[in-house]
């Protein structure tokens, strides 16, 4: 089988349920897992732009910001194209939940051209509250019926990636597949703290696989005669990272909201996700990475667990087509992953690792906040805490969370837990407080 055609490709990874070695876009060599066998590179500095004007003042950040953004649209997560899209907005159900202490409500939010729609449910939860309560928002991976057993939650009736087990059945979600997500979203936490939580299926937006742009939100954006995107615009996390701004949208219409403090969170490749929505929208007041990777907080050049090549192979509708010539070529990379990280600067961002998680690259993921903080500093803020940052990450489960910049590392495998979620709620407390 070859891809010529890129939906074959993923066609081959659905139905094989492994990786499989794309021949479009070459032999992928072996994921390296030793620090000494790291090429030797040099990152970019944040703060010198395209031409070689080094930045010194908040000012002319400013102009550098925009810069580096369109860079990474450009190159590696694509461009929204330029195109109007008026969302309506359905409640759909309200209930009481947790004693009369929260309200629990599913939102429809449509798209309509000509004869087509796409409908985006969105389920929040908000705490009973005399004023606006602040918010976490995050996609994720099936369906909303998965983040609690709660029945009153309608079943996500659209395309799922399979499962390991019975419970996605023809990519579909079954009544089994209630609550179990929940453990990677401790509700009830969030709500005795005080913060509303909104979450939406991220298939809702854009189903995650590969046939070339032809389901989700990209064909509504179709110019005519266009059948995909560019190769400068938006691939599937730029898609989901839209999603995320939408819902940010209707909070802000929400009076039980206070929309001036809504932190974006994501996992995995929704944590890739959540740091693009946060780059691309500075309305999210704070951005949560956890465990995001290779595209997300990993640094590229370190080439150590998941590569670049390997991820476009893997995954080829993620990225923009213009990512795929930095395969197995991250040295010709102008940007990296800490300039990412830079672009939320001054706003609270929140990286976190796992330690059995070595595919995601833990060290590269602190690194790019080390090299995001001259930017945060530059700006007035703390960065990573104390003077100067620390190059030597921190002991794990002993976040280094007293700055602008929070991370940690956690024991154990890569995943989103309580433990994260109770240091997200602090690093938001102290900010948002
Ligand atoms: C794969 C992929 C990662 C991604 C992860 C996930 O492991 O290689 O880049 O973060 O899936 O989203 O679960």
Redesign the pocket.
Known sequence: MTCSVRGLCAAALIAMGTLWDCPTFGQVPPANYDEALIPKFTLPDPLVCADGTRVTSAEQWTARRAELLDLFATEMYGKLPACDLPVKVTRVSDGDIFDGKATRREVDLTVTKGDHQLTMTLLLYIPKSDKPVPAFVGLNFGGNHTVSDDPAITLNPNWMRPGKDERVVDNRATEASRGTAASRWPIDLAIERGYAVGTMYYGDIDPDFDDDFQNGIHPFCYGDGQTKPAADQWGSIAAWAWGLSRILDYLETEPQIDAKHVAVLGH?????TSLWAGAADERFALVISN??????AALNKRVIG?SVH??NT??PHWFCDNFVKYNSNEAALTFDQHELIALMAPRPVYVASAVEDT??DPKGEYLSCVYADPVYRLLGTDGLGGDAPIVEPPAIDQPRASGRIGYHIRTGK?DITRYDWEQYLNFADRHFR
């Open positions: 995995s490749r929704l944590g890739k465990n995001s990777g290779c595209g997300g998941e390997r991820i893997s995954f595919w995601a890569h």
